[in-house]
């Protein structure tokens, strides 16, 4: 498949730190069609509530970036906590520094599998989800934006959502708080940015299953008294392709909203999920 142009735009990608990651993918897909890539991650686990088994390493980022280099692809990389207002002004700074330049803001941190009751889950766990998935994606764009006002050119922010931003699913309430309002911000971003040349979309993904969507399996398995393969049967059944999301089908709709070709799509929350989510 022919890809997308993207010779010479830059992108900052969060959550890409991890192998076989959603954001890695992406960073990769938009490596392949041109673009330089700034691979931001935590590079270390900060808290109790983000097991560092999910979390992209230094050493796991700096993989990354050399599997893209490896395939020709122009990458680096940047430790980055999104919830911290500083550090994601030093990770735009640095995309800046680094490349001259920044036109793409893939916001893609996020966390997934802080599950349980809405009567059980701790209010610790609730402030972790929306401090990531939400607090998170609002200070990259507000930073991101700012510079790419400042060139003149226009420029891109894609919101990596969820289906869970369409529907609701039980013990998921934080995740689905925090992807519903991930949308909300990107329609208010996409009004105040679109007279500067700036669209700002969100993509919403069904089941994929990566290192997080892996803990979602064990988890629900459990829950409905299923065995893992039970629950991934299920999984597909329900979904008129027969089949999960694979991390491509993402990357590739991100590589999408990116080129020219999307220019005058804007504010929109475009559903990849198979026919599985369809409003």
Known sequence: MKNYDLSGKVALV?????????????ASKLAECGAGVLITDLGESPDEHMPDQHI?????????????????????????????????EAAVAHAVERFGRLDIL??????????????????????AVLDVNLKGPFLCTKHAARRMISQGEGGRVI?????????????MAAYTASKHGLVGLTRTCALELGPHGI????????????????????????????????YID??????????????????????????????????????????????
């Open 159 to 171: 919101n990596i959502a969820s289906q869970a931003a369409k529907s609701s699913f039980p013990h």
């Open 234 to 279: 299920n999984i597909r059944m329900r979904n008129p392709m027969r089949r999960e999301g694979k991390v491509a089908d993402t990357a590739n709709a991100v590589a999408f909203l990116c080129s020219d070709q999307a220019i005058y799509i804007n504010g929109d929350s475009l559903n990849v999920t198979g026919g599985e989510e369809m409003h």
């Open 199 to 230: 669209t700002v979309n969100a993509v919403c993904p069904n089941h994929v299953t990566t290192g997080l969507g892996a803990v979602q399996n064990d988890y629900f398995s459990n829950h409905f008294g299923l065995t893992l393969e039970q």
């Open 106 to 127: 893939v916001n893609n941190a996020g966390i997934g599998y802080l599950i349980d009751a809405c009567t059980e889950l701790s209010e610790d766990k609730w402030d």
């Open 14 to 26: 969060t959550g890409a730190g991890r192998a076989r990651g959603l954001g890695e993918g992406i």
């Open 56 to 88: 992209g390493a230094t050493d796991s980022m700096r993989a990354v970036v050399q599997g893209i280099r490896d395939r020709g692809g122009v990458a680096d990389a940047f430790p980055l906590d999104v919830r911290d207002e500083s550090q994601v």
